[in-house]
């Protein structure tokens, strides 16, 4: 079994920035492919950036130049830079990957962190 453990998120000003952080944990052969996404309230979930364990990185196009994914293949911990947080980056914010496990490839979500953006 995979574990995801988010971390990092909480109340920001608008301008502010936040780090969040990703952990898995359980018996992975490998990493296909490390994410994070959003949910607003009353809205859908939605894509936010991922990144493969190769570096290739994609975002979505409204977020490009605010936010920034990285990963740590090693640990198993990937994270997302937000900065010049708005307002409406107020969302519940998933970690999800998609790994090799000893019963094949499957893909796994944290429980999420809350980050606010508000003054």
């Known amino acids: 079994q995979v574990q995801l453990v988010e971390s990092g998120g909480g109340l920001v000003q608008p301008g502010g920035s936040l780090r969040l952080s990703c952990a898995a944990s359980?018996?992975?052969?490998?990493?296909?492919?490390m994410g994070w996404y959003r949910q607003a309230p009353g809205k859908q979930r939605e894509f936010v950036a991922s990144?493969?364990?190769?570096?290739?990185?994609n975002y979505a196009d409204s977020l490009k130049g605010r936010f920034t994914i990285s990963r740590d293949n090693a640990k198993n911990r990937w994270y997302l830079q937000m900065n010049s947080l708005k307002p409406e980056d107020t969302a519940v914010y998933y970690c999800n990957t998609v790994a090799w496990v000893p019963k094949g490839e499957y893909e796994y979500w944290g429980q999420g962190t809350q980050v606010t953006v508000s003054s």
């Open positions: 990144i493969t364990s190769g570096g290739s990185t």
């Open positions: 359980g018996t992975i052969f490998s990493i296909k492919t």
